[in-house]
């Protein structure tokens, strides 16, 4: 079971400053003239290539998946918009009484309730947290526009209810291809569903909520206070059942919940003696050595937390050269696991004895898990899940 853990002392972020949307990686190629090159790679008309993971039906594969997201959600373009709409309420449906809310007399059922919906609707982990507002973006920006606009959460919103969707743990396997990337965007479409659901569900009890994915704010900060997890060299969460094989998305609501707190499970001493996602990292965007308060460039927090900071300029410049998005620090990563009577051995004495974590990592190493599946066989291999027969 993992232990309590007190965030301040371990990121010491108390100084680090409400973060401006527009300066993320992904944001910056589209308004930044340096790096507006790499945006037309990456973003533009992608050529199929005659080479397994990139051929036609990869690429299709890959961009089915993102369908719910782009089309119904889109929180990776703006924010308040269809399943994460702020506003939109559920119509012809049985009519519920709105004023005065629903009241349980207690924060405790409450949040059994919500964490139970949560899970129906797709979430693997759910946990709650008070709203931070330092992880607030200061603005957002519109993908598409590229202009900036006022992210203003009202103050009756206290709390916010994190959930991680796990990635399907074979599919993870074939990154850094479209097929690869076919388990990133189906992440991104079960976001949307499941918080945009849960929104309603809480509207639908008299409350406001705010569902939200990539947009609004800051998902790891938060989702690390709610107990979900650890932050590893990565610059992913790492959770204890699913490792950063995991996609987060939020509500912020006025519903009164209980605040989960945050957890250790031996992340940090792992991955100071592990460093597998750096060394896999085609971009060599991930770095060796020690934590440190010193951020790399303007995509990176201001205000010194301590950690690990990734260099999002050098990983999207791999993404721009390989067309399609990476996924290799999540591939490699020995938490990445699924559950199993070995797995979960492994994870209960690196919680608890850390000097045998080096051993962990030759052993990851020597039974070659994070290898790359044969991208080649993927269209020729039974699937798993199919039925017999067909």
Not at 200 to 226: E, R, V
Not at 236 to 247: A, E, K, N
Not at 302 to 315: I, L, P, Q
Request: contains cysteine; hydrophobic residues 35%.
């Amino acid at each position: 079971m993992p232990r309590t853990m007190n965030f301040e002392a371990k990121y010491k972020a108390r100084d680090v400053e409400p973060f401006d949307q527009k300066n993320e990686t992904f944001k910056r190629v589209r308004w930044e003239p340096e790096l507006k090159q790499l945006a037309r790679s990456y973003y533009g008309v992608t050529t199929p290539e005659d080479k397994p993971g990139y051929r036609l039906e990869d690429i299709a594969f890959r961009n089915a998946t993102w369908y719910l997201e782009m089309g119904f959600a889109r929180g990776v373009i703006e924010s308040n918009f269809g399943l994460y709409s702020w506003e939109d309420k559920l119509y012809q449906m049985t009519a519920q009484p709105m004023d005065p809310p629903f009241d349980s007399e207690t924060p405790q059922y409450n949040s059994r309730m919500v964490k139970k919906a949560a899970r129906l609707f797709g979430a693997d982990m759910v946990g709650i947290c008070r709203l931070d507002r330092r992880w607030i973006y200061s603005k957002g920006f519109e993908l598409v526009k590229r202009v900036e606009y006022e992210n203003h959460i009202p103050d009756e919103y206290q709390y916010v209810i994190n959930i991680a969707v796990a990635m399907d743990y074979e599919y993870y396997k074939y990154t850094p291809t479209f097929i690869g990337g076919a388990g990133t965007g189906l992440g991104y479409s079960k976001m949307a569903f499941t918080a945009g659901l849960l929104g309603q569900f809480l509207n639908q009890l008299g409350y406001k909520s705010i569902p939200t994915g990539n947009d609004t704010a800051l998902s790891i900060p938060l989702a690390i206070q709610a107990g979900l997890g650890e932050l590893g060299r990565s610059g992913l969460l790492i959770t204890p059942r699913f490792g950063s094989r995991v996609r987060l998305c939020k509500v912020f609501t006025n519903m009164p919940l209980v605040p989960d707190e945050p957890v250790e499970f031996g992340v940090t001493t792992f991955c100071e003696a592990c460093a597998k996602c750096a060394d896999h990292c085609p971009g060599q965007a991930i770095p060796h050595g020690a934590r440190t308060t010193e951020p790399l460039n303007i995509s990176n927090a201001r205000g010194g937390a301590f950690k690990w900071y990734v260099n999002h300029e050098k990983c999207f410049r791999f993404w721009a050269k390989n067309t399609c998005d990476c996924g290799n620090c999540i591939r490699v990563c020995p938490f990445n696991k699924p559950d199993g009577r070995l797995h979960d051995a492994s994870r209960w004495v690196i919680e608890r004895v850390p000097g045998f974590n080096r051993l962990f990592v030759k052993a990851d190493d020597l039974f070659g898990y994070g290898q790359q599946e044969d991208v080649g066989s993927f269209w020729d291999r039974e699937d798993r899940t199919s039925s017999q027969g067909d």
